[in-house]
């Protein structure tokens, strides 16, 4: 791993620092948004913003798969938990999410609900085949990068005739999330650190077209702490000299025209879905994917019948404004209490990539001064 | 046909005797053992007598550096250890699955010995139980040991005081990412074994240059994070620990890189939170490093006043960032 140590160099770090200061105008303030939940996790573990001069706000984007599944979708997932008898397969993160009337998956299967948590779609796929008398549903989260495993799963499932295997898809697009935020009008952003892991998949040209409507910077940059510093210092080079760009500070992993494979795979498999319902940013057009009529077999949507609760959502929680970057996390009046990662009532506060996670595993020291 | 644990080896009758005589008995082999009696008689040395009780289930029960056997010794050991207790004897409880291999328990026995000899601990007493397949995993071991306080020492979580030198005694989460592995047959390209050891004797040579030592903690579960944030609260104060001076191996830290978890979160099993006067911290760091099992060791922080009982770091990059318990399981991240 000494990749890993080229990207946490304390005087690169400090280099960087520097430069950032050097090159910010101290008679304005810059507010760029990460959108992603990793990049989030990474300036709170490693306390970037003590790095960064006063007059820039990171704005905390809505980059985290669970963290934008609205109630509805957590309801779908117990619901096909406990109307069905099937295996409910899937990532730990959503285990703990709120739905409707505080009921949640953990719950769930303390009354009895069969879910695993699983760490790729790969450990699903062999549960479906270990137990051939069951059905198995994957519930899927995620940006694009989880997307192409999701496809990779289905493809091999339809090629070893299983039946007993079906996908619950809940993949959004990024590219539509970024839109749907600067089209509420209330945020107000400068420019976007650009997902690292999204864009090795999709690559540049999503942005490019993005910047274009919308005249916001982007740069796409890794989850490394040095990455991030790097493309602060991009943006803030590029609003002070007017340009508005896709600047690729994370070449090292991302192409122009992203990963073909994953691209020609996830078409085959997936298609879009006309909108869907985001947590914080409401119904989206083209915001999601489907599985295509070809694989309609292996839809778990077309092939259980659910009964859901009219959604209730926890009318304190902030939830959607901190995903829009509206609210900082401690502006929810229920952060810390009662809303603490042990006791969740967002799911913002579930994973460790959501902001008000990150907000008070590692930055809560600073809210009140120690006396 | 391989020879396994059936019912008969728990209901009191000669399979049972045999099995104790051939199996324990000769493995652990020590008078007090040796009597026979239920209850072990013992002599100990003047002093205050500390005790600790812990019950092992883990899987695998073998693992790189390791087993369920020897870690049931140094986990009880190192217990009356950061009691400030010289161990002095040692019981052991077996719950045994019916089916499991004698050849498999002959091994976890053996290497209990092993570690027990290598502590100075007798396992001066025992007791097994059979349970239905199905109803146990292969095999769960309680250990219970105690051990006397030299006068003059008194080691307490609640004694940490603004000022204190905060020391660990080598790489953190060692033992979890060795076991994290094994379990999930992940590829690192590297053979981490686990850390589990027994840390009296390093103990006694540090409560020899520091008998005013105030709090000794092995962060085992929760690793290192839960080890300070408890003594910050039972102490009633803050700490500040400096992320560039953590020992941490290139494996571990490439590991939890890929797993998205924090090494101040991972287990350890042969490792040691030191608090002390902070005139003291040189010389006990000396004679950590001078033990096979504290060559890494490192003075890693200071107690610092905070009614909060925050327990903060200063990132290696020149940040600042809270050290917290995890909530719930450690889970990979999927953005
Ligand atoms: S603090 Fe809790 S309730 Fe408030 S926005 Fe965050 S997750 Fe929601």
Redo the contacts between chains.
């Keep these: 791993m000494k990749y890993v140590e080229e990207f946490r160099d304390p005087a690169l770090a400090k280099g960087l620092s520097d430069a950032i200061a050097r090159a910010a105008d101290p008679d304005r303030t810059y507010r760029f948004m990460e959108f992603c939940g990793g990049h989030t996790h990474a300036i709170a573990r490693f306390g970037l913003e003590d790095l960064l001069p006063g007059n820039i706000r990171m704005i905390h984007g809505p980059g985290c798969p669970v963290c934008v599944l609205p109630v509805a979708r957590v309801d779908a997932a117990i619901a096909l938990a406990t109307q069905h008898d099937v295996i409910l397969c899937t990532y730990g993160d959503l285990m703990r999410v709120p739905g409707s009337g505080f009921r949640s998956l953990t719950k769930a299967r303390a009354a009895g609900a069969d879910i695993r948590m699983v760490y790729s779609v790969m450990d699903a796929l062999a549960l479906a085949r270990a137990h051939p008398d069951r059905e198995v549903v994957f519930f899927a989260i995620g940006f694009e990068t989880t997307t192409p495993p999701t496809a990779v799963a289905i493809l091999q499932a339809a090629k070893e005739g299983l039946t007993n295997f079906s996908v619950h898809c809940n993949h959004v697009l990024t590219p539509a999330a970024m839109r749907a935020i600067l089209a509420g009008g209330d945020t107000e952003i400068d420019g976007f650190v650009g997902p690292s892991h999204v864009s090795a998949v999709i690559g540049t040209g999503p942005y490019v077209e993005f910047t274009r409507d919308h005249a916001k910077p982007v740069v796409i940059t890794g989850f490394e702490p040095l990455d991030v510093l790097q493309a602060v210092l991009q943006l803030v080079r590029q609003v002070n000299e007017g340009r508005i760009e896709v600047e690729n500070e994370y070449a090292r992993a991302v192409s122009d025209a992203g990963n073909l494979v994953a691209q020609q795979m996830m078409a085959r498999v997936f298609t879009l879905r006309d909108r869907f319902e985001w947590r914080g940013l409401g119904w989206v057009d083209h915001s999601a994917l489907r599985l295509t009529d070809a694989f309609a077999s292996f839809d778990a949507e077309r092939r259980f019948a659910l009964e859901l609760p009219t959604p209730t959502e926890n009318k304190a929680c902030a939830c959607g404004d901190v995903l829009r970057g509206v609210k900082t996390p401690v502006e929810c009046a229920l952060y810390g209490d009662p809303c603490t990662p042990e006791n969740p009532l967002g799911a913002c506060m579930v994973s460790s990539e959501g902001a008000c996670a990150a907000d008070w595993t590692y930055g809560r020291f600073r809210r009140e001064a120690a006396s | 046909m391989t020879r396994q644990v059936d019912m008969s080896h728990g209901a009191g009758g000669r399979a049972m005797a045999r099995l104790i005589d051939d199996l324990f008995r000769a493995a652990l082999d020590n008078p007090a053992l040796a009597r026979g009696h239920d209850a072990a008689l013992l002599d100990l040395p003047p002093g205050r007598v500390v005790m600790s009780t812990d019950s092992f289930v883990i899987s695998p029960l073998f693992f790189p550096g390791g087993d369920i056997g020897s870690l049931a010794v140094h986990g009880t050991v190192n217990d009356i250890a950061m009691g400030g207790g010289v161990p002095q004897a040692l019981t052991a409880g077996f719950i045994l699955e019916e089916g499991f291999p004698l050849a498999d328990l002959e091994r976890i026995v053996a290497s209990m010995a092993k570690a027990a000899r290598a502590a100075g601990v007798s396992i001066v007493s025992g007791d097994t139980k059979v349970v239905e397949r199905g109803k146990g995993d292969g095999v769960f071991i309680n250990t219970t040991g105690i051990g006397v306080v030299p006068d003059g020492v008194t080691i307490d979580p609640a004694q940490a005081q603004v000022g204190d030198a905060v020391l660990v005694s080598g790489t953190l989460g060692d033992h979890g990412v060795a076991i994290m592995a094994s379990r999930?047959g992940l590829e690192f390209g590297t053979d981490l074994t686990s850390d589990a050891a027994s840390l009296n004797h390093m103990v006694a040579a540090m409560l020899r240059v520091a008998p005013d030592m105030r709090v000794l903690r092995d962060p085992t579960r929760g690793g290192l994070a839960a080890a300070v944030n408890e003594i910050a609260q039972a102490s009633g104060v803050?700490i500040e620990l400096d992320e560039?001076t953590l020992p941490l191996r290139?494996?571990v830290?490439?590991a939890c890189?890929l797993l998205?978890l924090?090494p101040l979160n991972v287990a350890n099993e042969g490792k040691l939170l030191a608090i002390c006067p902070p005139a003291r911290a040189e010389a006990l760091l000396q004679v950590m490093q001078a033990d096979p099992l504290g060559r890494d060791a490192a003075i890693i922080g200071r107690v610092i006043?905070?009614?909060?009982c925050?327990v903060?770091m200063?990132?290696?990059?020149?940040?600042?960032?809270?050290v917290?318990w995890i909530?719930?399981?450690q889970?990979?991240?999927?953005?």
């Design positions: 999930e803050g560039a290139p494996e830290r490439g890189e998205g924090d006043d905070d009614p909060r925050f903060r200063r990132t290696g990059l020149g940040g600042a960032r809270m917290d909530a719930g399981e889970l990979p991240r999927i953005c």
